[in-house]
C-alpha cells in the first residue's frame, strides 16, 4: 500500500512538472535585411526546479527553427526548441484580477440592460402589427358618423407613428449596447494578453532548471516576413546650389506582430544563417562581360538614342503636378541618430531612435540619414526623340556616401518633378543623377525644307535631309546643354551616306551621333544644323530612312 501510494505522488510530481508554462515574449530589437529580419525579444519565466516545457507567445507566425538562439543563465540548460503555430494554449485569463473582474460585471450590466431593450422593441413590434390589423371599417352601415370616424383616423396614425419612433429608438440603443459589450471584450482580451497583437507563432522549449525562480530569457530568430528598400528624396532649390539628398527606408512587414518602440537595424547583407563554421576560398576578379566597355550608366543617360532615353525616366504620379509641400518636413538631425557601419559585403544603418512598424504590410518609411551632394549641373537634350530638356545632376566621389539601389523622389525649384533611379554600381568616378525636365530650357528640331530633297540619278536615288536644331535658354542663370543629335549609319556597301554639315558637333563615326556642349547666357539662343546626304539603288527601299 506504501509503495502504491509513492508510485501516486511520484506520478503526480511528473504530471505537475509536464504542465507547460506560457510566457509572451516582448520584441526588443529588429535587423531588417532586404529579404528578412532578425528579431530579438526578451522575456521572464517563473520555473520550478527539475524539467519544464516553456511556451513563448508572441514570436512571428512563420520563422526558420533553425536560427533560433535562447539566451539564458547558467542555471538553465535547453533540451530542444521547437517551433509551431498549432499549440493549443490553456492559457486561461486570472479572473481574481480586479481588473477582469471589473470588466466582467460590466458586460453582465449591460447584457441585462440589452435584454430588457430587445424585449420591449419586440413588444411594440408586435403593438404595430396589431394596429395594421385593425385598421379598416368593415361595411357602409358601420354606424360610425364622419366625426368618429375621423377620430379613428387620428388615433390610428398617432398610435402608429410613436409605435414606429419607439422601435427607432430602441433598435439605436440596442446597437449602442451591442458596441460598448464588444469594446468590453476587447477590453477583456487586452488586458488577458500583454502583447501588442497575438500571433499564431509559439517557441514550445524544453528546458532543465537546477533551481527554482524567475529566469530571464533572449531570444532571437530569422522570419522571412519582413524587408526593407533604400528610397530617397532629392531636393534641389536651384543649379547653383548642392542636392540635399534625404536617405530613406521603407520597411515592410507581416511577422503577425507589431513592433511597437522597437531598435531597427537596416542592413543591405544576408541574412542567411547555419551553424557551418565558414572557410576562405581563393577570391578571383574577373570582368562582366555582359557589359559594354564603356560605363553602363553613361551608356544609358547620354548615348542610347534608339528609344527612349534610359536613365531619364521621370513619372509624376499620373501627370498630376504639384508642389512639395509634403516634403517640406525635414529631420535635420537624424544623422545623430544613426550610426553607418561599412564592411567588403554590407552596409547597416543602427537606429538609436525607437519606431512603431505595425504588421499589415504596408510601406513604413524611416529616415536614416541628411547628406548634401555637391553637385555640378548640366542640361541634355536630344530633340529627334524628346521635345524637353533634362536637368543632370552630376556627382564625383560619390562612394563615401554608402549608396544604395533605390527610386528617389525629385523636388526641383519647389515644385515634385517625380521619380528617378539612383544606380551606384557604376564603374564611373562620377555618379549622374536625372532631375527632371526643365520647361525654362526649349529645343526645338525643323527640316529645313529648301535644302532637304530626292533626286534621281541614273540606277540610283539620292535624299538629302537638312535639320536646324533651336536652343533657347529662359532662366535666369548661364546653362551648361549636351545637345545631341545623329546621322544615319550604313550597313550595305550599295548604301553610300556623307555627312554635309555637322556645325562644329564632335562626331562619333561609329554610332553616328553628333554632340554639341554648348554654354547659353539668360534669355541666349542659338541655332545649330545637321545636313547629310543618302545614296542607294532606286529599285530598292530603306524601311527605316
Request: hydrophobic share 35%.
Amino acid at each position: 500500500m506504501r509503495a502504491l501510494f509513492c508510485l501516486l505522488l511520484f506520478v503526480c510530481l511528473q504530471a505537475q512538472a509536464q504542465k507547460p508554462i506560457f510566457i509572451n515574449a516582448e520584441a526588443e530589437s529588429a535587423t531588417v535585411y532586404f529579404n528578412g529580419v532578425e528579431l530579438t525579444h526578451k522575456a521572464n519565466a517563473k520555473l520550478p526546479a527539475g524539467t519544464s516545457e516553456i511556451v513563448i507567445k508572441n514570436v512571428a507566425d512563420y520563422l526558420n527553427e533553425n536560427t533560433v538562439q535562447i539566451g539564458a543563465p547558467s542555471t538553465l540548460t535547453v533540451l530542444s526548441v521547437q517551433f509551431t503555430r498549432d499549440y493549443i494554449s490553456e492559457y486561461e485569463p486570472d479572473e481574481t484580477s480586479p481588473a477582469v473582474k471589473q470588466v466582467r460585471d460590466s458586460i453582465a450590466l449591460l447584457k441585462k440592460e440589452l435584454d430588457k431593450t430587445t424585449n420591449a422593441r419586440v413588444s411594440e413590434v408586435k403593438t404595430l402589427e396589431l394596429l395594421d390589423k385593425n385598421n379598416q371599417v368593415y361595411g357602409q352601415d358601420s354606424g360610425l358618423s364622419v366625426t368618429e370616424l375621423m377620430k379613428m383616423v387620428d388615433y390610428y396614425k398617432a398610435k402608429r407613428t410613436e409605435t414606429a419612433n419607439t422601435i427607432n429608438t430602441l433598435t439605436e440603443k440596442e446597437r449602442k449596447l451591442n458596441d460598448a459589450i464588444a469594446r468590453l471584450n476587447t477590453k477583456l482580451e487586452v488586458n488577458t494578453n500583454k502583447a501588442e497583437k497575438t500571433s499564431s507563432g509559439k517557441l514550445v522549449l524544453q528546458v532543465m532548471n537546477e533551481t527554482a525562480g524567475n529566469v530571464p530569457l533572449s531570444i532571437s530568430y530569422l522570419s522571412s516576413l519582413a524587408s526593407w528598400v533604400p528610397f530617397y528624396d532629392l531636393r534641389a532649390d536651384n543649379i547653383s546650389e548642392p542636392i540635399n539628398m534625404l536617405y530613406k527606408g521603407q520597411i515592410t512587414q507581416k511577422t503577425g506582430l507589431d513592433w511597437k518602440k522597437i531598435k531597427l537595424t537596416l542592413s543591405s547583407g544576408q541574412p542567411n544563417q547555419n551553424n557551418e563554421a565558414p572557410i576562405l576560398s581563393a577570391w578571383f576578379l574577373r570582368f562582366n562581360s555582359g557589359y559594354a566597355i564603356e560605363d553602363r550608366a553613361n551608356a544609358k543617360v547620354l548615348n542610347n538614342l534608339q528609344g527612349a532615353v534610359p536613365g531619364i525616366n521621370i513619372s509624376s504620379d499620373n501627370g498630376t503636378p504639384g508642389t512639395a509641400s509634403m516634403y517640406e518636413k525635414r529631420e535635420s538631425s537624424i544623422n545623430k541618430y544613426v550610426d553607418i557601419n561599412e564592411n567588403q559585403l554590407a552596409v547597416s544603418f543602427d537606429i538609436d531612435v525607437p519606431y512603431d512598424i505595425l504588421s499589415n504590410g504596408k510601406k513604413h518609411s524611416v529616415t536614416l540619414k541628411e547628406i548634401k551632394l555637391p553637385a555640378s549641373y548640366r542640361h541634355y537634350a536630344v530633340p529627334k526623340l524628346e521635345k524637353e530638356t533634362f536637368l543632370l545632376a552630376e556627382i564625383e566621389d560619390y562612394s563615401k556616401y554608402n549608396l544604395l539601389s533605390g527610386e528617389a523622389n525629385i523636388i526641383f525649384e519647389g515644385m515634385y518633378a517625380g521619380k528617378t533611379y539612383i544606380d551606384p554600381n557604376s564603374t564611373s568616378d562620377t555618379l549622374r543623377l536625372s532631375m527632371g525636365r526643365d520647361k525654362k530650357v526649349s529645343v526645338k528640331r525643323e527640316k529645313v525644307v529648301d535644302k532637304s530633297g530626292s533626286k534621281f540619278l541614273s540606277s540610283y536615288k539620292e535624299q538629302t535631309f537638312t535639320y536646324d536644331l533651336t536652343v533657347k535658354n529662359n532662366k535666369k542663370e548661364t546653362i551648361a546643354l549636351m545637345l545631341k543629335d545623329q546621322y544615319p549609319i550604313s550597313t550595305d556597301k550599295e548604301i553610300e551616306i556623307e555627312l554635309l554639315e555637322s556645325d562644329h558637333a564632335k562626331i562619333n563615326k561609329e554610332t553616328g551621333v553628333l554632340t554639341w556642349e554648348l554654354s547659353l547666357k539668360p534669355g541666349e539662343s542659338k541655332k545649330l544644323r545637321i545636313s547629310y546626304k543618302v545614296r542607294y539603288p532606286k529599285d530598292k527601299v530603306i524601311y527605316n530612312l
